[in-house]
């Protein structure tokens, strides 16, 4: 398993999930996605993507003005 940063601040929807689809499709199931973002929509776009897709959403916080989400990638279905 490995874990992996995407640096996804000072970008407005829909880039955070743009970009977070395409980090964790080059991943392998278990490993893990730490995605800081500024948008606020990030706290619900990349969850709801998440539940979509299968993807596990670990956990999330808020660091002052930043969103981290910590996500697990699963086998695509």
Do not use: F, Y
């Amino acid at each position: 398993m490995k874990r992996d940063l995407l640096d996804c601040r000072n970008l407005l929807c829909p880039m955070p999930v743009i970009r977070t689809q395409a980090s964790i499709a080059r991943m392998q199931p278990g490993d893990e996605l730490e995605v800081i973002a500024t948008d606020p929509g990030a706290l619900q776009d990349i969850p709801a993507w998440c539940r979509v897709h299968g993807h596990e959403l670990l956990d999330t916080w808020e660091d002052g003005k930043e969103i981290h989400l910590l996500i697990r990638a699963n086998a695509p279905q």
